[in-house]
């Protein structure tokens, strides 16, 4: 091809995929990050989109991002600034010019720089580089729209899905710059489209002609090698994000404790993908209720779980909100249940496709009564299978319902997996009660977790009522006796502090002992990890103490926060993982740093406040 | 299969008002339950009962069976979620006007609408009882109680007309002093697949006593209601003189050998009928103008939700390349490193 032009290799890259929310966007980024994962990079994705299916064309409100991280190392963050933006139109580059990294490369769709896509997008110039101080960028105008229609126009496909495919031609000119294998994308048209050939072919044709349109011009006039990570462990791996991750560890729960797995739901953003995902697996004996509202989706599932299914709901803030009364009723009644929270942008309908952690308190007391519950948190795309297995089996063995908190950022962003096998699981056996037990009582419970028998209705000789009134200690048998409430309340509390015994211990990156403790949980592990990791680079002593298990911790905290003269806890929301440490750990004093923008934390703005931090500012 | 009432009989203290038409109730679900029994040749563990919160709702506690007292409102959907999870499970669902209708009401609808197979139970007293005397969505236009002093403004649902609606299959309708028909309904309940509504109009001692003496009266029962059974003539009266005929679009009341009318014009009970236009007629009939209409009024046959969520894991696991979650994890797009 273009031998003039130079090759020059790099660790790492960002490139940004954005422009109005019907161009393909998330496909674009989705396919860039798969193509890059296939060729050996390790890649971390950020899909930033409005909650409008459709917004009005060209303008601000309507900008779909797509953000794909990938590196010759292992990569923990989608990045905070990329190197290379696609821009579709005057409105995309306006929103998202600010996240391109100084100096950085900027391809737009020339073709929608016109008097009206500046307008739309409320410019107030007809120069975007002037207007927004772009002189210092590479910003190349390229005219995508009708090169891909002039691409097609053989193909025999009417103009609006000519018009459609300019993605394709805009991901073709990226795949050029960084030397990107087409067949990955190639075999993905051949999979999507097989019944229609001249769909798959016209992808084809306009992938590759933005691939050799990239290469004739005199603008890119340098092409990126990124190498095939070797730091990688050994082994086969596949892309996943954090839906579809937390979907297939709620099923390999469901494997292991040998019972069908029933998710009882009903559709929110972000977290309608993991009911998805359970839709299509009839083939594992997967059976989903998409019920009449939130209460139904969680009563369902209730009810699944007497009856001796392995049952889980699925939800967002607004619908955990919805199902508070029967999260005490799973309570009360002590049947396992993994209520799964995909945290958005709140109060209320707040931000549906924004991420946040400000739901931690509600999962913790958002019930009426001492309604004590097991809180978990996943923190990484590919570990929500692993959490939502660990939910899966403290739920079945504790006899207890558990809630998992995920987010919209780790619940769409992918990564590269390295593929586990289930042999390497741990077992899961719930105390289920045999037929024919003489002198069942349905409140007995085992010494080792306080767990009460699982009696599945059908069986011969258990029969027995449970229910949401306070329950006789042994026989449970409505009970308003003083003493007995008085029971119960402790008992409760005293199973669900008892999967403390059952959970590791928590890990210290870094020293154990140092200047700084950064605090942080859930979804937030891999910015903190990054910035730590680059003060560490530069011998601060700052490590990171990163939670999985919120509620009960593990039991070696104190020791780990006593060994540092500073604490500092950073969360998406105004402090709530900091109040639930000062009310168990009152010994310490935490600083705090907080954000509540929609978005995750930025390397380089931990970094600054660690620092600040550390000086004492 | 041999069961006697005794045998479905709880240790429980039975703590509703002394002359509660629940009392009679319970006795007919516990003459029903035997019978049942060795008819579809069920054993004991294989009941649930569910129910949700009010008076009706304490149910589960008083059979000797598996039971669940839910939350107000919600027994439907967890009823649901027991029949999906074992579909070979009896499920009966006991709940009352304001559990079902009012706080329940959309589970209502949507259960009856997916027509799982559960039996519903809805006493219904036309008031809240467990709270002490608020009107319901079933109280009458006008009806003075505590929460409604100068007479309610709103207008009640007629539970029979919302669960055809609804599409439901089967409709039955009792009274709570007539144990041998409450049976009997039951009875019918249990032998239909899909969604079963028995709606048994139960009087409230305390808060709405009397509220339906104008039928239950002995001393006119047999006037003011009509007993319903699939291919028998719709006639009812004292004397059995009365019956049902289609004048036009509506149904009329005429007295056999008056008016020129015969045994021959007098409608036949096709409960079976999937057009619901009659059956939605004779669930909205009401005195003085008509006779109450008890008994199955609807029985219709259709798929029901947990035949055709287990039907459609079946089929796909017949051809299914996934067999474990092992087989899942390495299916798709992977590669070496």
Avoid at chain 1, 478 to 489: E, T
Avoid at chain 2, 307 to 316: A, K, S, Y
């Amino acid at each position: 091809m273009d031998k003039q032009k130079s090759v020059q290799e790099l660790d790492e890259v960002v490139v940004r995929f954005s422009g109005d929310s019907g161009d393909g966007m998330q496909l674009t980024g989705t396919l860039f990050a798969d193509a890059s994962a296939l060729f050996g990079n390790d890649v971390s994705t950020f899909p930033d989109y409005p909650s409008e299916i459709r917004a009005p064309q060209g303008t601000i409100g309507g900008v779909s991002g797509f953000q794909v991280h990938f590196g010759s190392q292992k990569v923990n963050t989608p990045g905070d600034y990329c190197d290379v933006l696609v821009a579709m139109n005057p409105a995309a580059l306006k929103v998202n010019a600010k996240w391109v990294k100084r100096g950085g490369m900027i391809i737009v769709d020339a073709d929608h720089f016109n008097e009206k896509g500046y307008q739309r997008a409320g410019y107030k110039t007809f120069d975007a580089v002037a207007e927004l101080n772009l002189q210092d960028y590479k910003v190349i105008f390229a005219p995508i729209t009708s090169l891909t229609k002039e691409s097609l126009k053989d193909s025999g496909l009417d103009n609006k899905s000519i018009i459609r495919s300019k993605n394709m031609f805009a991901l073709g000119v990226v795949y050029h710059i960084f030397g990107r294998p087409l067949n990955f994308t190639e075999k993905f048209f051949e999979k999507k489209f097989a019944k229609k050939p001249e769909v798959i072919e016209a992808n084809k044709k306009v992938l590759r002609d933005g691939y050799n349109y990239a290469s004739n011009i005199q603008a890119i006039a340098s092409t990126y090698k990124v190498m095939q990570a070797s730091t990688l462990p050994k082994g086969k791996y596949r892309n996943i994000n954090g839906n579809t991750a937390t979907a297939w560890g709620l099923m390999a729960a469901a494997e292991k404790a040998g019972l069908p797995l029933f998710c009882g739901s009903y559709p929110i953003t972000p977290a309608t993908d993991i009911l998805i995902e359970l839709a299509k697996r009839k083939d594992l004996g997967v059976k989903t209720l998409q019920a009449e509202d939130e209460i139904a989706g969680i009563c369902t599932a209730i009810g699944a779980s007497y009856a001796g299914n392995f049952a889980v709901t699925t939800t967002s803030g607004p619908g955990l909100s919805l199902k508070s009364e029967s999260l005490g009723l799973a309570v009360m009644t002590e049947l396992p249940l993994v209520i799964v929270d995909v945290q958005r942008g709140g109060p209320s309908t707040g931000l549906p496709t924004k991420t946040e952690q400000s739901d931690l308190m509600q999962a913790l007391w958002g019930r009426n009564g001492e309604a004590p519950m097991v809180v978990i948190a996943a923190s990484t795309p590919s570990n929500c299978f692993d959490f939502a297995f660990m939910a899966g089996k403290i739920a079945m063995e504790h006899m207890t319902p558990v809630l998992l908190l995920t987010d919209g950022y780790i619940a769409n962003g992918s990564e590269p997996w390295r593929i586990p096998s289930m042999k390497d699981y741990p077992d899961i056996k719930p105390p289920i009660v045999p037929k024919g037990t003489e002198g069942y009582m349905p409140y007995a419970r085992d010494e080792k977790r306080l767990a009460r028998g699982w009696a599945f209705p059908g069986k011969k000789g258990i029969a027995h009522r449970v229910g949401g009134l306070e329950k006789d200690f042994l026989k449970g048998t409505v009970s308003h006796d003083p003493i007995n409430h008085q029971r119960m309340v402790d008992i409760r509390a005293a199973k669900v502090q008892r999967v403390q015994e059952f959970i590791p211990e928590q890990q210290v990156i870094g020293d154990a002992e140092g200047d700084l403790l950064v605090i942080g949980w859930g979804g937030t592990y891999g910015h903190l990890y990054d910035a730590v990791q680059e003060m560490r680079a530069k011998g601060k002593k700052v490590s990171l103490c990163h939670f999985n298990y919120i509620n009960p911790m593990p039991k070696n905290v104190a020791d780990i926060f006593s060994r540092f003269r500073k604490r500092v806890v950073c969360e998406l929301n105004m402090g709530q993982f900091a109040n639930h440490l000062r009310m168990n750990y009152q010994q310490f004093n935490y600083l705090q740093y907080n954000k509540v923008q929609g978005l995750p934390f930025t390397v380089v703005e931990l970094v600054e406040k660690f620092n600040q931090i550390l000086e004492g500012k | 299969m041999n069961y006697t009432p005794q045998d479905f009989k709880s240790d429980q203290e039975v703590r509703w008002c002394p002359g509660c038409g629940n009392h009679a109730i319970l006795n007919a679900v516990l003459k029903a339950l035997p019978e049942v029994s060795k008819q579809l040749k069920y054993n004991l563990e294989r009941y649930v009962f569910v129910s949700g919160i009010g008076c009706s709702s304490r149910f589960p506690y008083y059979v000797n069976t598996f039971g669940f007292h839910g939350i107000h409102g919600r027994a439907t959907a967890i009823a649901t979620g027991v029949k999906v999870a074992n579909p070979n499970l009896s499920v009966w669902l006991v709940t009352g006007d304001g559990d079902a209708l009012a706080i329940g009401g959309n589970h209502l609808i949507h259960a009856v609408r997916r027509n799982i197979d559960i039996n519903i139970l809805l006493f219904n007293n036309q008031i809240y009882g467990l709270t002490k005397g608020q009107y319901s969505p079933t109280s009458p236009l006008g009806a003075i109680t505590k929460t409604s002093p100068f007479g309610t403004v709103e207008h009640p649902f007629r539970p029979g007309e919302l669960v055809i609606g609804a599409q439901g299959k089967f409709f039955a309708r009792s009274l709570d002093v007539d144990v041998k028909l409450t049976a009997e309904v039951m009875l019918e309940a249990a032998k239909h697949d899909g969604t079963s509504v028995v709606v048994i109009l139960q009087n409230c001692v305390i808060f709405n006593d009397g509220a339906y003496n104008y039928i239950t009266d002995r001393e006119y029962r047999d006037d003011r209601v009509i007993v319903l059974r699939h291919g028998e003539k719709m006639i009812f009266g004292k004397n059995r003189d009365k019956g049902l005929i289609l004048s036009g679009l509506s149904l009329k009341v005429v007295t056999i050998g008056q008016g020129g009318f015969t045994m021959d014009d007098i409608l036949v009970h096709d409960a079976y009928n999937p057009n619901p236009g009659i059956h939605m007629m004779l669930a909205n009939m009401e005195y003085p103008d008509f006779p109450v209409a008890l008994g199955v009024i609807r029985n219709v046959k259709d798929s029901t939700y947990d035949d055709n969520v287990r039907d459609q894991v079946l089929e796909v696991m017949k051809t299914a390349k996934i067999k474990s979650v092992d087989d899942l994890l390495n299916s798709g797009d992977t590669w070496e490193v």
